[in-house]
């Protein structure tokens, strides 16, 4: 008889563990608290709009590449894709506009034109590109195999330099007033965000790797989790585990909060850590190294407040991502902001009505703050983000006249929106509490991925637990590297393919 996974949760990491374990002849089910497939990884329909909650940057859509052979496997490509010309702009209250073009000459042409006095710093920023797209690094995150490594080595030596600086350290290499501010807000409105990352984004644009799935972050989970009923996996939604069973340090199982038990021979979690290991499993397999990562996060959270508008707008010409420069720093849900960071998805034709568009805004907020208004007077929560999307409304009034008149819809989600439809510790952000260092040496080691716990067998991680990863394809990936480990343990071939 096939021997039996059980997996808590349907997220990138979860729905990969299912279809890999079918796939290896192991009877797979999943057990989601939601009513449908993603976790993170989401997006809903109000009146002909989509909100897209997770999408910024999709790579794996070049068809070489480590993460678009992962997305193949799962089902979920090829797919409609959507090539954006821009990885983001920057735009000034004076006027002035930096447009962040993926192609590399008209980029520098861009950017001379502004100032040419910075054109040593021009060269840098497009030469670091370069040096990005040349190491193909997202494949050997993602592959881990030193053959990749060999391979890419030199050109790897020429992105370390780049890997631990933050966008105001960058900036600061400007001299032109408005290209400092602009660099410094580029990822994210965030001046502490890494360079390395904009590099990879920047460079995964412009090799094609980054591109939209048409549709957004839905219907992208959606075709992973055909592929995994497709498999004969079965996934049983509204299902939210409490417990997981123990008998002699062994996982043998999960009780749900319906009271239901279900037994099976191995137990995946792809669950929030926190509560796994302290909830789930009441605190009994810890370590001191388990118990520094489940301490909480800061406070203060990024995307913890999403302002989406459905607007009587075509947005069709403007770019993907654009940040507003503020004249005057603006305070909103207790943050202060110099600049914000829009997106705009006229780019995606199925996002809104014909002639219409839908705008995301994402601003940083504090958990506890968001936490105690809802605990308390649900009114005030409520008029709390009514007030923040009407803040939002009048900035981006200001960039787009009589847009004020144009909303038809306001939807505003908070961490704890997340927390209710993911139950995770503080919202979305729910990743262990240890410091992510890119180290060459980690990323060709099986310690990359920390999958157990001390004294409990039977059980694994997946999803952002095993990874520290915020992306899709490595807490995909991350369902993969389990299940093979798993055949390993039952001395069976793993294989990707039925
Ligand atoms: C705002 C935002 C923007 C992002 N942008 C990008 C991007 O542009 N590009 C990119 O690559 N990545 C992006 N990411 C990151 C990416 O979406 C995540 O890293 C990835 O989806 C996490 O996958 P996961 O496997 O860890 O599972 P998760 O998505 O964390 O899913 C966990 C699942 O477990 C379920 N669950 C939890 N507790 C229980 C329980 N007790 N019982 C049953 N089920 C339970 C949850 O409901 C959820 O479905 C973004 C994330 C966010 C939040």
Same mark, same amino acid.
């Given at each position: 008889m096939a021997k039996s996974i059980i997996i808590i949760g349907s997220g990138m990491g979860g729905m990969a563990a299912g279809i890999y374990g079918q796939i290896n002849g192991y009877d797979t089910q999943i057990f989601e608290?939601?009513? *449908? !497939?993603g976790g993170q990884c989401t997006s809903w329909r109000r009146k002909g709009y989509t909100f897209d909650a997770c999408m910024h940057h999709f790579f @794996?859509? *070049? !068809?070489? =590449?480590s993460a678009y052979r992962l997305w193949h496997e799962l089902g979920a490509m090829p797919r409609e894709l959507v090539t954006v010309e821009a990885c983001t702009a920057v735009a000034s209250p004076d006027g002035k506009m930096f447009i962040d073009y993926y192609d590399l000459e008209r980029l520098e042409e861009t950017l001379l034109k502004l100032s040419p006095a910075d054109s040593k710093a021009i060269k840098q920023y497009v030469g670091a590109i370069e040096a990005f797209s040349k190491s193909k690094i997202g494949d050997i995150m993602l592959e881990g195999s030193i053959r990749t490594m060999m391979l890419r080595f030199p050109a790897m030596l020429s992105v370390r330099k780049w890997m631990k600086m933050d966008m105001r350290c960058f900036a600061?290499? $400007? %001299?032109?007033p408005f290209l400092r501010k602009a660099f410094a807000e580029?990822?994210? %409105? /965030? !001046?502490? +965000?890494p360079l390395f990352f904009h590099l990879l984004r920047h460079a995964g644009g412009l090799d094609g790797d980054i591109r939209w799935p048409v549709g957004g972050a839905t219907e992208f989970a959606k075709s992973i989790e055909r592929r995994y009923l497709a498999l004969g996996g079965k996934v049983n939604y509204s299902s939210q585990v409490e417990k997981i069973l123990v008998e002699n340090d062994k996982a043998v199982g999960i009780r749900l909060a319906d009271g239901s038990e279900h037994r099976a021979d191995v137990v995946i979690s792809n669950a929030d850590g926190r509560k796994t290991i302290l909830n789930m499993l009441d605190?009994?397999?810890? /370590?001191d190294t388990v118990r520094d990562y489940c301490t909480p996060l800061a406070d203060e959270t990024p995307f913890a407040i999403d302002v989406f508008l459905g607007v /009587?707008?075509?947005?069709?010409?403007?770019?993907s991502s654009l940040v507003l420069l503020l004249e005057q720093p603006v305070t909103i849900a207790n943050h202060k902001y110099d600049s914000i960071e829009t997106q705009l998805y +006229? $780019?995606?034709? =199925?996002?809104?009505? !014909? @002639?219409k568009g839908t705008i995301k805004v994402e601003l940083l907020a504090s958990y506890t703050y968001w936490k105690q208004l809802y605990n308390g007077d649900r009114d005030e929560y409520r008029q709390q983000k009514q007030q923040v999307a009407e803040q939002v409304i009048d900035i981006l009034d200001n960039h787009f006249p009589g847009l004020r008149n144009q909303v038809e819809i306001i939807d505003v989600s908070t961490l704890m929106t997340w927390e209710r439809y993911m139950g995770g510790t503080q919202g979305w952000f729910n990743f262990p509490n240890r410091k992510f260092e890119f180290s060459m040496k980690a990323e060709l080691s099986? *310690?990359? $991925?920390?999958?157990t716990l001390p004294g409990l067998s039977n059980f694994y991680f997946v999803g952002v637990w095993a990874?520290?990863?915020?992306s899709l394809f490595d807490n995909a990936n991350s369902g993969k590297t389990t299940i093979r480990r798993i055949c390993k343990k039952d001395g069976k071939k793993f294989i990707i393919s039925e």
């Amino acid at each position: 008889m096939a021997k039996s996974i059980i997996i808590i949760g349907s997220g990138m990491g979860g729905m990969a563990a299912g279809i890999y374990g079918q796939i290896n002849g192991y009877d797979t089910q999943i057990f989601e608290m939601h009513t *449908k !497939p993603g976790g993170q990884c989401t997006s809903w329909r109000r009146k002909g709009y989509t909100f897209d909650a997770c999408m910024h940057h999709f790579f @794996g859509c *070049k !068809p070489d =590449s480590s993460a678009y052979r992962l997305w193949h496997e799962l089902g979920a490509m090829p797919r409609e894709l959507v090539t954006v010309e821009a990885c983001t702009a920057v735009a000034s209250p004076d006027g002035k506009m930096f447009i962040d073009y993926y192609d590399l000459e008209r980029l520098e042409e861009t950017l001379l034109k502004l100032s040419p006095a910075d054109s040593k710093a021009i060269k840098q920023y497009v030469g670091a590109i370069e040096a990005f797209s040349k190491s193909k690094i997202g494949d050997i995150m993602l592959e881990g195999s030193i053959r990749t490594m060999m391979l890419r080595f030199p050109a790897m030596l020429s992105v370390r330099k780049w890997m631990k600086m933050d966008m105001r350290c960058f900036a600061k290499r $400007f %001299s032109d007033p408005f290209l400092r501010k602009a660099f410094a807000e580029l990822v994210y %409105s /965030n !001046p502490d +965000g890494p360079l390395f990352f904009h590099l990879l984004r920047h460079a995964g644009g412009l090799d094609g790797d980054i591109r939209w799935p048409v549709g957004g972050a839905t219907e992208f989970a959606k075709s992973i989790e055909r592929r995994y009923l497709a498999l004969g996996g079965k996934v049983n939604y509204s299902s939210q585990v409490e417990k997981i069973l123990v008998e002699n340090d062994k996982a043998v199982g999960i009780r749900l909060a319906d009271g239901s038990e279900h037994r099976a021979d191995v137990v995946i979690s792809n669950a929030d850590g926190r509560k796994t290991i302290l909830n789930m499993l009441d605190g009994k397999y810890i /370590n001191d190294t388990v118990r520094d990562y489940c301490t909480p996060l800061a406070d203060e959270t990024p995307f913890a407040i999403d302002v989406f508008l459905g607007v /009587n707008r075509d947005l069709t010409a403007e770019p993907s991502s654009l940040v507003l420069l503020l004249e005057q720093p603006v305070t909103i849900a207790n943050h202060k902001y110099d600049s914000i960071e829009t997106q705009l998805y +006229g $780019f995606d034709k =199925s996002m809104a009505p !014909p @002639g219409k568009g839908t705008i995301k805004v994402e601003l940083l907020a504090s958990y506890t703050y968001w936490k105690q208004l809802y605990n308390g007077d649900r009114d005030e929560y409520r008029q709390q983000k009514q007030q923040v999307a009407e803040q939002v409304i009048d900035i981006l009034d200001n960039h787009f006249p009589g847009l004020r008149n144009q909303v038809e819809i306001i939807d505003v989600s908070t961490l704890m929106t997340w927390e209710r439809y993911m139950g995770g510790t503080q919202g979305w952000f729910n990743f262990p509490n240890r410091k992510f260092e890119f180290s060459m040496k980690a990323e060709l080691s099986d *310690k990359k $991925f920390k999958t157990t716990l001390p004294g409990l067998s039977n059980f694994y991680f997946v999803g952002v637990w095993a990874t520290m990863m915020g992306s899709l394809f490595d807490n995909a990936n991350s369902g993969k590297t389990t299940i093979r480990r798993i055949c390993k343990k039952d001395g069976k071939k793993f294989i990707i393919s039925e």
